[in-house]
Structures are given as C-alpha cells and as structure tokens.
C-alpha cells in the first residue's frame, strides 16, 4: 500500500512538474509570475482538441499536431512577451499580476465562447488505460509513466540549457542584473522573450499531456496554475530540479490524502505546501549561484 502511494504520487507529481516548469523558467529569468499560466496550458489542450477535430482523431494525428503546436506556442509565448510583459518587468510585481491576470480571464472566456463548458479531452486510442508490470508484483499507467518520463527529460533539458550553453549564460546574466548584462551587449528584452517562448513550449506538451490524461474543461485554468505554483514554492523558485521534487511531494501528499478520504487529496497538497512556506520558505532545494 505504501509503495503504491508512492509511486502513483511520484507519477502524479511528473504531471505537476511538466506544469510548474514553464513557470519556474519564467520566474528564474524575469522575477515574473505569470497568472494565466494554467490558462495558458488550457488553451494548449484545446487547440490540439480543436486541431484534432479537423484532422480526425489517431495516435498519429495526435504527434503531428503535438508538433505543430509547438513551434506556434514558441511563438505565442516570445511575442506576448516581447511585446507585452516586458513592459511589466521590473522591481515592483503588480503590474505583471494584472496584466496576466487580464490575459487569464480573456483566455477562459474565449474558450468558453469556442468550445462551451463540456468536458473534453483528446482521443488515445485505449493509450491511457494500458497498463505496464514491474517484476509481477506493481502495475503503473502506461500514459503516466510516459508523463513522468517526459517531466524528467524536459526537467534535464531546462537544467542543461540553463547551466551548460551560452543561452543559459545570458538568462542568468539578465536575471542577475539587467543593466550591466545590456552594457555588456545583451538586449534584456530579446532575451526575456526567447525565455517565455522556451516556457511556452513545456506549456504545450502539458496542455497535449493532460487532455490525452484525462478531460478538460475553459475553467481548469486556475488550478493548474494553483498547483504548479505550489510545486515551484514547495520545491525552490528558479531551481528545475527542486521544481519536479516538489510536484512529486506534492503529488505524493495528495495521494496520501486520497487513501484517507476521495475529498482530502488536494487539502492534504495544500497542507505541505504552508509547512513549506512556514518552515522553508525559500523552499526544499533552492536555485544556488
């Protein structure tokens, strides 16, 4: 029983982590908190339900428009930055909390006007109801753990980009200091923009990821951004690596909290959450210099 918990927590957070990392990137490079990060993810979701609904719906329909909406959200995430957020950038953070804040109630609204309030989600074939073995005695979901594998390459990639090439030494550069970084001939905006784009590619494989998981609904928005904020806290802003810890402990408390009762999973998540705050606030596994 416990390993199960565990292990169903463990996949669950590799869910969160995929939604917490766009905004762990953001954050890490621009002090930003972007609002309408899970109504970003929604419309992810819905755009590849909507490109779905005019291809047809298989397995191989579903790649291709997976990676379409890619290189579209690359761009929707560089151009909302360069040319709005990096007007909100700076030392006080209410200006990007309303501005995302008005993009997020923009966002819902449109996709209720697109596709209603039903439910939806994207057709796997039977994908997310298989079932994979480990040593006879533990059966995961096979979409889980394709999630979880994902969130840990995803995870990887951010760190390396971040720490080992010369993009990532220009995103720690404006994130240390803006000006000196533009006197040594950095263009801070440019590079906030490039930064939002790579956020916004994570925010589509989770928005594709989590309609092919289960249904979605214009309204989801906010707790997906709720949870990825938590995951981001819990595990340290701007650290990659503490960000998918913990959406796994995240994951791992709401489990907990479900063998006890269906309705305490998400409080269980909350309540680690605040002891974070209260006991760490700076979190598990901070980013160091």
Do not use: C
């Amino acid at each position: 029983m416990v390993a199960d918990v565990l292990v169903q927590g463990v996949l669950l957070g590799g869910l969160y982590g995929l939604f917490a990392l766009g905004q762990s990137l953001m954050f890490g490079v621009m002090r930003l908190t972007n609002t309408a990060h899970g109504d970003f993810i929604m419309l992810a979701a819905f755009g590849a339900i909507a490109g779905l609904m005019l291809v047809g719906a298989s397995p191989s329909a579903t790649a291709g428009i997976a990676l379409v909406l890619l290189p579209v959200s690359f761009a929707v995430g560089w151009a909302l930055q360069r040319f709005v957020l990096n007007g909100t950038v700076g030392r006080d953070p209410m200006p990007s909390l309303v501005v995302t804040f008005g993009l997020a109630i923009v966002i819902q609204n449109l996709l209720l006007e697109l596709f209603s309030a039903d439910p939806r989600s994207i057709e796997t074939a039977g994908f997310n109801t298989r079932s994979v073995e480990f040593f006879g005695a533990m059966t995961v979901g096979a979409l889980p753990l394709l999630i979880l594998l994902i969130a840990v390459a995803a995870t990887a990639a951010l760190q390396w980009l971040f720490s080992g090439t010369s993009i990532g030494r220009s995103f720690r550069a404006v994130s240390d200091d803006p000006e000196v970084a533009e006197l040594m001939g950095l263009h801070a905006g440019r590079v906030y923009a490039l930064a939002t784009g790579i956020a916004f590619l994570v925010v589509a494989i989770a928005g594709v990821l989590q309609a092919m998981r289960t249904t979605v609904a214009p309204s989801d928005g906010p707790l997906l951004l709720l949870f990825s904020f938590e995951a981001v806290i819990i595990g340290g802003m701007g650290s990659f690596w503490g960000t998918l810890a913990g959406a796994m402990l995240l994951g791992v408390a709401q489990q907990v909290g479900f063998r006890f009762d269906p309705g305490w999973g998400i409080w269980f998540g909350h309540l680690v959450f605040l002891a974070v705050l209260v006991l760490r606030p700076q979190g598990l596994f901070p980013k160091t210099r």
